[in-house]
Each structure stands twice: as structure tokens, then as C-alpha cells.
């Protein structure tokens, strides 16, 4: 039986334990701690009111899931010792600690780095602190440990990250189509030749599960509402980043300046790893809210107008369509923006932005979910009966611009 050091009160779960004393004093470190200041589903509380939910609150819900996981692979047999247990923990725990402000929405606009990197170098330099007990959860984050489905519970189509981020997403934004079996599909888990498997009796629920996530992909996560949202908290600090190069030194936080002034790559954590670490986790959801507030005083009329519609909920316009926005069409909007707000071509071009989003629910091509039959048949989910009930990867081109503008046509 797993030994909890800490008992939490989760509103999707009930009480949920933290187990083991490193896992707890992981949870404790000041890295961990700043999951709290950033928000799990980023604009999307313009939609859904209680999408307030944190990275930190799924980073404690996923760990839940995968303590409960362990306990029923060992109740049918799996050899898993406490060190592994231990590691598995450690490593989901600590997942997405590597996200900035904002979840996903500013990862490529602050950052030129992947989360999941970021992530890595975060453990890394935990592991340091903790004088190697991070070795093993780094070996299985990682992939490279010899026990492949260690890794497969933290990272694959059926993973406990994903478990838990449907659950608690439709928990908090209300949306009961997402609402997934989470728990009999956990009591259905197994191992077989090293990978994780679903029992047969679980099949449906696997169904289920994806049919869940695909509709919270397109009624949720890319929400026309809340896409048009993100475009525009992007198209903030852009022009903000373009303003700082130009030499004007906002009223913001010390970190978040430093960053706009020189955005973090891969390579600046390779050099400076440590000190870069700690400026990135010196920034989160309340360096950019306080950002925008000043940003809205702006001189600037395009920053003051994108931050004082984003404070302030006039979300832009978004259009979504199955071809790809003609540049005329863009190039029109522009010139409405230009003519109605007299402002210059570059300037008017924050205001028009066109993009795609796209969603693949089910990758066949690799990692394929297993589900382990009566006869001892293990198949991929692919080569299931019914299986067709699932299209393949989805795109939807979009073009955002200012509501009023439909108003005012040349």
C-alpha cells in the first residue's frame, strides 16, 4: 500500500493523496508551487466562466490517477518496486511544470522552446538539488528506461495526463459531452510484453474516451471565441516585444521586460541554464494581466487597443473555414482597419490575423492504444470492431479581425 505524506481536497476527485516524501517535497519547491499562478485551459474562462482551473490543480490530479493506476497494474500481477513507483510519481508530478504564462497560448511568443523541454531542464536542476533522487523519473520521462510502460502511463494516447486533463476540464468548464469513465478505464489497465493494455471489457470506454476528447477539442480548446482570444493576447505581446526594441521600458514586471526584450530559446538554457530557469519562473498569468493593464495606458494605439479589448471582453471576430483564407480576403480587412482607425499598414496588420487549427484525435501511425481480448489476443485499437467511428486529422483555417469593422465596410 502506497503511503501518502499529504492528503488534498480536490473538488473533481474528493481527497487525494500525495505519496512518498520526495514527491511531497517536489510538490513543495517554490518551481512547482508558481503551477498554481498559471491557468490550466488559458483564455478559455472568456467561454467558460469556471475554466479557472491551474496547472497546478492537474499536475495534483494526474498524480492521483497515476497512484491509482499503480495499485491496480500490482493487484494483477505487475512487478513494480517502490523506487519505480517512487520515480513514476516524480515524473508526472512534474510533466508540465515546464509551462509558461498562460498555458500554450504564449509558448512560442516569450519562448522559442517547447514546454516539454523546459520541463526536462527543470528536473534537471531539481535533480541537482536533490542530490540524484530525480534519476530514475528522469530516465522514465524520458523514455530511455528499460520498462517501457512506466513511460507509456506518463506520455501516449492513454496516458494519466490526458485522464485527467478531459476529467477536469469538463468538471470546470461544465461541458458534459467531455465527461469520460476515467476510472473504469484505469481498473482495466494491464501489461503485456512490456506495454500498457486495455482489457476488453474496457473497449467501449476507450470509445468513449476519444469520442470525449474530440469533442472537447472542437467545443472547448478551440472554441472559435476562445482561439480568437489567444490570437489576440499573442498579437499583444508581439507589439509589445516590437515597442521594447525599440527602447520603450514599460511599467512591468523586471522578468517579464527582460524576456520581451530578449525571448528565451533553446539555447540560451544551454548556456545559462540555471539563471534563465530562474527567470522564466519568475513570470506567470499575473505578470501578463498586470502587463495588459499597463499596456492598455499606452501611447501605442494598436497596444492600447488590443489590451483594452482584451481586458474587457470585445474578443475579436472569428471565421472559420475548410479552404485557406485567400490573401485578398486578409488584405481587405486590413484596409478596413486602416481607413477606420487611420492607422498604418504594419500597424493595421495586428489587427487582421489568418491561421489554422487542426486536431487529430487518434494517431495510427504509432503508439497505437492496445487492447488486450479473452483469448489472450492483444490488438491495436485501430483493428477493433467499430473502430470507424472516428475521423482522421481535422483542419479549419481562420481569420480573426475586429467585430466593429463589419459595421463600417469600405
Known sequence: MIQNMKILNDPVYGFVGIPYKQVFALVEHPFF?????????????????????????????????TVQAI??????????????????????????????PFSHTLEHTLLNIHHEELSLHFMEALNEEFKGELDLAIEIFKGQYHRNFLHQLISSQLDMDRLDYLNRDTFFTGVSEGVIGYDRIIKMLN?????????????????????????????????????????????????AKVLVEKGWEPAISPALYQILKKPLDAESFKTDRDQNLKL???????????????????????????????????????????????????QSWIDRAKEELDLTEEEASYLVTVGVESNSTYNRAKNEI?????????????????????????????????????????
Request: aromatic residues 12%.
Open 33 to 65: 508551487q508558481r503551477l498554481r499562478r498559471i491557468k490550466q485551459l488559458s483564455m478559455t474562462y472568456y467561454v467558460y466562466p469556471g475554466a479557472l482551473h491551474t496547472r497546478f490543480n492537474h499536475a495534483i490530479g494526474a498524480l492521483h490517477l
Open 71 to 100: 495499485e491496480v497494474l500490482r493487484s494483477k500481477g505487475v512487478a513494480i518496486s517502490e523506487e519505480e513507483a517512487n520515480a513514476v510519481f516524480i515524473a508526472i508530478v512534474l510533466h508540465d511544470i515546464g509551462h509558461g
Open 191 to 239: 501489461v503485456v510484453d512490456d506495454n500498457l493494455v486495455i482489457e476488453e471489457k474496457g473497449l467501449y470506454s476507450i470509445e468513449k474516451f476519444l469520442i470525449a476528447r474530440r469533442i472537447m477539442y472542437w467545443q472547448v480548446y478551440l472554441h472559435k471565441t476562445v482561439v480568437a482570444a489567444e490570437v489576440m493576447l499573442i498579437k499583444v505581446f508581439e507589439r
Open 280 to 330: 522564466f519562473a519568475s513570470v506567470d498569468d499575473y505578470d501578463i494581466v498586470m502587463a495588459m493593464k499597463v499596456f492598455a495606458e499606452s501611447s501605442d494605439r494598436v497596444l492600447s487597443f488590443l489590451s483594452n479589448s482584451l481586458l474587457n471582453r470585445n474578443i475579436f471576430r472569428l471565421k472559420f473555414d475548410d479552404d485557406p483564407i485567400e490573401a485578398s480576403a486578409q
Open 370 to 410: 492496445k487492447i488486450l481480448f479473452k483469448s489472450g489476443e492483444v490488438k491495436p485499437m485501430s483493428e477493433c470492431f467499430h473502430f470507424d467511428f472516428l475521423p482522421g486529422r481535422m483542419e479549419k483555417f481562420y481569420i480573426v479581425y475586429p467585430k466593429f469593422l463589419e459595421d463600417h465596410p469600405l
